[in-house]
């Protein structure tokens, strides 16, 4: 199973100081995180696409190609990757591009993002969201494995005997995960490509989180793609740590009340209790961690989020030293111990497809 962390590159006051980061800090700062993560031994690492501020990935394949030059061995992905507002041919062409710079490094996470002004920004309908992405990752799937593509669609300009370039690593198209909080088209797409589904498992209760992921599983055996338990899923989540769970609150309150998304609304106890949210020691982390697996069943990929909120870098790297010396280690072992033989536990990557082909054609 794999374990990683994911941002969305808010530049958030600090709410303990006072103090604001620049966006070149900002950006600098996530380079030295996906580092930390790498070091630590956490497999992924992954980064939103944003638009406007107060965010700053706006290009995940130049920060992501940047990270892949100085690491070896992360997963290299993203927690959204606008398949609404791109044009997947230039989707097709960057992502491949990363694959080869990385030596298949990478998979990517598409969804639909949740900025509404960036449809028109990009020339496009907010109301034309679910179409726009699926006829756009249906070409896109395309491209990435077809040599020649020719295809007419609503949304974009037609092509006649086109080829993306450069072509996936070894013919190997990078893994797509279908990212969704709530619609259930998105995780039939999923299903009916025999790709991942995410699910962002941050806002909403787990009653949700497993209306969706069953959904998800049922449709990828109805298209044949094998048993609604070997489906992909991935899941997010959020945690603070702290060696205990008293001082973790006490340190997080500030930042969970101010920030962005989630302050000023329920308190920091009701949203916990409501959502994924763990703030907590090690072993808290580790219990709430393994109960996804009771509402969603054995999954391949689960990643936190560690650096929202204005938490300050020190503090962001204190967070990946526990989650790789006390919490990761345990949950892979729990998380092993529990999954059938029968069930994958990771994700089809490159690596990975390339071997099983290999084996196939000696």
Do not use: C
């Not at 031994?41 to 030059?69: K, M």
């Not at 690491?71 to 230039?90: A, F, H, M, Q, R």
Request: aromatic share 10%; hydrophobic share 35%.
């Amino acid at each position: 199973m794999q374990f990683g962390i994911f941002t969305v590159g808010d530049v958030t006051t600090d709410p303990t100081t006072g103090r604001t980061p620049t966006e070149h800090e900002r950006i600098k700062n996530t380079v030295a995180i996906a580092l930390k993560a790498e070091e630590v031994g956490l497999d992924v690492f992954a980064t939103g696409e944003h638009h406007n501020p107060p965010f700053v990935p706006s290009s995940p394949t130049t920060l992501l190609g940047h990270i892949a030059a100085r690491t070896e061995n992360l997963i290299l992905s993203t927690s959204t990757t606008l398949i609404t507002t791109n044009d997947p041919v230039k989707i097709a062409e960057d992502y491949a591009t990363l694959q080869h710079l990385a030596d298949g490094r990478v998979d990517l996470m598409t969804g639909r993002g949740n900025t509404g002004p960036v449809y028109p920004w990009f020339g496009q309908d907010i109301r034309q969201g679910i179409p726009l992405a699926i006829e756009n990752y249906a070409l896109l799937h395309r491209l990435w494995r077809e040599d020649v593509v020719d295809w007419e669609g609503r949304f974009r300009s037609a092509l006649q005997g086109f080829t993306s370039t450069p072509r996936p690593l070894d013919g190997v198209p990078p893994f797509v995960w279908h990212g969704s909080i709530r619609s259930p088209e998105i995780a039939e797409q999923a299903a009916y490509y025999g790709d991942g589904f995410f699910a962002n498992h941050i806002f909403w209760p787990k009653q949700h989180t497993e209306k969706m992921v069953r959904l998800y599983r049922q449709r990828y055996a109805h298209h044949g793609h094998g048993t609604p338990e070997q489906a992909i899923v991935g899941l997010g989540g959020q945690v603070f740590l702290r060696k205990n769970s008293q001082d973790a609150v006490r340190e997080f309150r500030p930042y969970f009340d101010n920030a962005p998304v989630y302050g000023h609304g329920p308190s920091l106890e009701e949203f916990s209790r409501e959502t994924p949210l763990t703030v907590g020691s090690p072993q808290e982390v580790i219990e709430r961690t393994l109960s996804f697996r009771d509402y969603v069943g054995d999954y391949q990929r689960q990643l936190f989020l560690v650096d929202h909120a204005g938490l300050p870098l020190k503090t962001v790297l204190e967070q990946l030293d526990i989650l790789g010396e006390e919490v990761v280690p345990v949950l892979r072992k729990e998380f092993a111990n529990l999954r059938p033989a029968d069930v994958p536990a990771t994700a089809p990557l490159h690596p990975a497809v390339l071997a099983a082909r290999t084996d196939k054609e000696q």
